[in-house]
């Protein structure tokens, strides 16, 4: 099945037209465009890339940096967009996917295919931290441009221990691919915005 039979010309301008907002410094059409670069890249590792590259145009599609629901309702919002263009144990899927964003951890139940497809989602979401250190700097001052409203003293505690977190995993990507190809620039990276930010331990 082709992705146009899910993603058409007029639901990409539409998901287009929410990632251009003026408050998206990061979670932007430039995001959701280098994760489907990502997925052509690995294409043939994915059991379903249709379901893959619908996840990734509605991951981030509603985004409030000061809400906690933001994967919850872009999951609803693809259910209602997609409803009659696939099986509904397919929007499941997809639903899933994107709601798995929100802790970048694997479900806890599903076929292996879907957890798999899922373990990629997620290292695509996340491949940014394994970037190169510039462009990883701009990356972490467009998340702060989001988080312009939070007080510098609560960013550098609240921020600190997300990276943290990070770095406390045993692998910060959960498929061989991409911990081969990001970890340790991403560890690398993540430490240093640590050290920048004051090392808040």
């Known amino acids: 099945m082709e992705n146009e039979a899910l993603i058409d010309e007029a639901l990409r301008n539409e998901l287009s037209s929410l990632y251009l907002a003026p408050d998206r410094h990061y979670h932007s059409l430039a995001h ?112 702060r441009q989001e988080y312009q409203w939070v007080e510098e003293p609560m960013w550098r505690a609240g921020r600190g221990a997300v990276l943290k977190s990070f770095l406390a995993r045993p692998h910060i990507f959960h498929t061989d691919e991409f911990r081969q190809r990001f970890e340790p620039q991403a560890r690398q990276n993540l430490a240093r915005s640590l050290q920048a930010l004051g090392g808040v331990s």
């Open 32 to 143: 959701i465009e280098a994760m489907l670069a990502l997925a052509g890249e690995y294409k043939a590792l994915l059991h379903d890339p249709v379901a893959v590259d619908a996840a990734i145009w509605f991951h981030d599609a509603i985004y409030d940096s000061r809400a906690k629901d933001n994967e919850a309702k872009s999951a609803a919002l693809a259910g209602q967009k997609l409803a009659g263009r696939t099986d509904a144990l397919r929007l499941g899927r997809i639903a899933a996917m994107i709601l798995a964003t929100a802790t970048h951890e694997l479900p806890s139940s599903g076929d292996a295919d879907f957890i798999r497809d899922t373990a990629l989602l997620l290292d695509m979401d996340l491949a940014i931290l394994g970037a190169a250190p510039d462009t990883f700097d701009t990356y972490e001052q467009a998340v």
